[in-house]
């Protein structure tokens, strides 16, 4: 039995216990922190490492010391053709699915990847309807906000704020002001968001499971390694146990160990627009080119040279985000470049580039265009610096398409 404490750690299965073997298991990719990637098949996973066969041999690699591991052979995704839900809980966790039922407190998910799966409302954070092909870039919870109370944003442009009080078949009731309830089909949904308190913060170790239809799911208490499957308990939802067959995981990362995600932390941001004479119009410039994580401020991935990476940041010329390290971190690693989203225009996306500490040049690029492949940043070291800045200033051709980001950016403990 594996074991994946409460706060993410994860501990090593006892001796008595071997790995279990996967079933129809495929090739995969292994990036460890150090090193050139490493494909082979997947022979066995436990509690800290994933062992492959390779050419060379078996190799074992422990999760302390590896970025990611991803199926090279998984199948595309079934569920982007169909009408589904995508739903986020309180800790972070993506379910995506389609609607299988209700319970006066629940709502009942039908996944492709590991079943179905009952979800309290007082852990789901935020509900969006997708249409069927809408894309990787439909995010309407971007610009339909959480609020203080619960609200319903409806297909017509109207939200419904108050409680949420329970969930049926046909749709859900919202109590809205002075005592009044307001019914929303589900056929009416775009976004809904709960008011639910989110679990404890991370404090070491963490594993996020990405499977093959979109879902990111992160194991609590303990995790059982079976013949071809995976099965835990939900972070944000102790109480809800899932089964993840090997053939339906896409892509595992570890962090919170020997590393961090520097998007994962707290972060400033300032953006300077190329031209500040009208003041009416900051708000909406900082709105659509602020900085944003994980995600471009459309909603799109972010992609670089034609690959899609899950953390970063997404920053427009001029921009300035700043962490605060403290001297906590011994190095600093990432990939720079400009979003593949400039490339939908002939002209602009060439930008300038600076990581600074304390003030002070650690790194910089100049003439990034939109295409290339990402320059890459580091190790830099930074076990003396107090406050690193990521720097994008204005290139060759002004501001025109300079969607830059800054993607896998790793602080090292």
């Known amino acids: 039995m594996l074991c994946w404490a409460a ?56 999760f302390e010391a590896m970025r990611r591991l991803t199926s090279t052979d998984a199948p595309p995704p079934s569920l982007a053709s169909r009408d589904h839900l995508r739903v986020t809980l309180t800790g972070g966790e993506l379910l995506v699915g389609t609607r299988a039922g209700t319970t006066s407190d629940a709502l009942v998910l ?58 049926e078949d046909e749709g859900f009731e919202i109590e809205t002001e002075r005592g009044r309830s307001r019914h929303v089909p589900w056929g009416d949904l775009l976004v809904l968001h709960l008011q639910n308190d989110p679990p404890p913060p991370h404090r070491t170790l963490r594993v996020e499971i990405e499977t093959v239809e979109g879902s990111r799911l992160e194991p609590s208490g303990d995790v059982t390694a079976q013949a071809g499957s995976l099965a835990f308990a939900l972070r944000s939802s102790p ?60 909603g799109c991935p972010l992609r670089l040279a034609g690959r899609t990476y899950r953390h970063g940041f997404a920053v427009h010329s001029r921009s300035i985000v700043t962490l605060r390290t403290d001297r906590a971190w011994k190095r600093f690693e990432a990939l720079f470049g400009v979003d593949d989203e400039a490339l939908e225009v002939r002209a602009g996306g060439v930008v300038d580039a600076r990581v600074l500490g304390d003030g002070k040049v650690l790194w910089e690029a100049k003439d990034v265009r939109a295409g290339e492949e990402p320059r890459r940043i580091g190790p830099i070291d930074v076990s003396s610096v107090e406050e690193l800045v990521l720097e994008v200033d204005f290139g060759a051709e002004l501001y025109i398409r300079d969607r830059a980001a800054w993607v896998d950016p790793v602080l090292f403990r």
């Open 110 to 167: 039908q996944t492709p990847d590991f079943g179905r799966v009952a979800l309290l409302l007082d852990v789901v954070s935020t509900v969006v309807a997708v249409p069927a092909d809408a894309g990787p870039c439909f995010e309407p919870e971007h610009r339909h906000p959480a609020l203080d109370d619960d609200v319903a944003y409806v297909q017509s442009g109207d939200a419904y704020t108050g409680i949420v009080l329970g969930v």
């Open 7 to 62: 706060v993410g750690l994860l501990s090593a299965i006892s001796p008595a216990e071997s790995p279990a073997a996967p079933e129809r298991a495929g090739t995969v990719r292994v990036e460890p922190l150090e090193g050139r990637a490493v494909e082979g098949r997947l022979q066995a996973l436990d509690g800290t490492s994933a062992s492959l066969a390779t050419a060379g041999g078996r190799r074992t690699f422990a």
């Open 239 to 298: 109480q809800t146990r899932v089964r993840v067959p090997w053939t339906s995981i896409r892509v595992i990362r570890p962090s919170g160990g020997a590393f961090v995600y520097a998007s994962t932390l707290p972060f400033e941001s300032e953006f300077v627009p190329y031209y500040r004479d009208d003041e009416r119009e900051q708000g909406y410039l900082e709105r659509w080119f602020a900085a944003r994580v994980d995600r471009r401020p459309t």
